[in-house]
């Protein structure tokens, strides 16, 4: 199993990042949209698989269940050169650092990128809402399953974070989720060969969903399957949630929790992986050159 030292690993990421902020704008979104629907493809299979589990193994065995799924998403951006926001939070910026390119082209890819991540999620939300998650009679009523219920309750939960302290926690969670991918992304750039990428980046993303880190992308797909599932809610079912369900809206979705975790996404990926370690091997780095 080949594996690239510290070094390198800095030096490759820097050269990723200067290719992705040298694609045209169509590119960044078309690869963009790739990245949000596969990171949804991820978050859709952790909602089904850990749906129940906690009634009979208990909290912390679903945590591990969703987070042991749900790494498929960013192994696949990985491996087929998809485009996420919270990747090129510190892909880019390590270019800036490294190869001196502007900060305007940082941005361009970040906008378009975010845009793109944001298009595919939402279509991806919709073909969970109106597929696994919810059934439908020859007359077109609506059955919103087990499964559909879990990600209305996730959602619920996504927007939960009122208030300034709240906010702050967010905020915190965001910074950790994103140290995570980053150093992710990182080890998948340490291998060479499939299965060393595979595991490099399915341990970090499995803590991060695990532990209950913030990821925006990610909640870019929760927040609206449980909003577009919750319209098909039964009576009953709106009952049972109860008062909680009045909080889940497209407005929510932004300032309670998407504003912030990307707020904290980008200082996650720029400060605490490409500040830090371009900062550790800068010297090391102008002697490859």
Known sequence: MVFHPPVAIVAKAADAGKYK????AWNMLLRGLMAGSYIA???ALATVCSTGVAAFLGAGFAKLILGAVFPVGLIMIVLTGAELFTGDAMLAP???FIHKISWASVLNLWVWVYIGNLIGSILFAYIMAYGPLTSFSATGAATVNAFGLTAVN?????VSYIGALAQWSLFLKAIACNWLVNLAVLLGICA???IGK???IWFPIMAFVSTGFEHCVTNMYFIPTGLLTSGMLSPEQVADIGAKLQNLSWVTMWTNNVIMATIGNIVGGLFFVGVLYW????KEIAALK
């Open 21 to 24: 902020t040298g694609l045209p």
């Open 154 to 158: 996730i959602a619920i939960g996504k």
């Open 94 to 96: 390590m270019a800036a």
């Open 192 to 194: 060479d060969d499939l």
């Open 198 to 200: 595979f595991f490099g």
């Open 41 to 43: 493809m991820g978050g």
């Open 279 to 282: 900062v550790a091997f800068r």
